[in-house]
């Protein structure tokens, strides 16, 4: 019995990681779609959207140099991008968002 509590307990930890993480994605996804930006691929935007965070952290990096990298791998234009990036800071990297 105590077997079993142990491994629906580990169970519940592993299962808990990976359920964040596709309710952060979720949710940069649905912003996505709020902004019309919704019809990029989700595997593409998820992709490009995650790369935001370790591009800012680069030396010189600005939010601006990050949108005009995200055009370039979204085929869009600055504009769509911008809002892209500024999503992308707001969910998976809010530490990096201006206050």
């Known amino acids: 019995m105590a077997a079993t509590v142990a491994v ?11 359920a ?6 979720d ?16 595997g593409t935007a ?8 370790p591009m800012l952290a680069e030396p010189g990096q600005n939010a601006a140099n990050v949108a005009a990298t995200v055009a370039d791998e979204l085929g869009r234009p600055l504009g769509p ?3 892209f990036t500024g999503l992308a800071i707001q969910i998976f ?3 990096a968002s201006p206050r």
């Open 8 to 18: 629906a307990a580990a169970a519940t930890v592993t299962v808990a990681a990976p």
């Open 46 to 53: 998820t992709r490009v959207g995650e790369q935001v965070c």
């Open 93 to 95: 990297c809010p530490r």
């Open 20 to 25: 964040q993480a596709d309710t952060t994605t």
């Open 27 to 42: 949710v940069f996804l649905s912003a996505l779609d709020h902004y019309r930006l919704g019809d990029i691929d989700a």
């Open 81 to 83: 991008a911008t809002m």
